[in-house]
């Protein structure tokens, strides 16, 4: 499953960086496939549509909150 931050992260070090500091960070899936992530693991990229994706993560996901990232 493929899916986005609800910050527009611009970089995967930045996102990585708010999860270790333990903010929370929830996502969503676009279009038709969401809009809700409850559990599970995920693919993240960024930055979001219509700009191209210059990162990629793999999350874990808890309760709609990311709890961990590759």
Not at 20 to 34: C, E, H, T
Not at 42 to 49: A, I, K, Q, S, Y
Request: charged content about 30%; glycine content about 8%.
């Amino acid at each position: 499953m493929v899916a986005y931050t609800e910050r527009d992260y611009k970089t995967k070090k930045e996102l990585k960086a708010d999860v270790a500091a333990g903010k929370v960070v929830r996502v969503y899936q676009p279009w038709m496939f969401g809009p809700d992530v409850k559990d599970g693991r995920v693919t993240l990229e960024g930055p979001h549509h219509p700009r191209p994706h210059t990162w990629y993560a793999e999350a874990t996901i808890k309760d709609g909150v990311v709890v961990s990232i590759k």
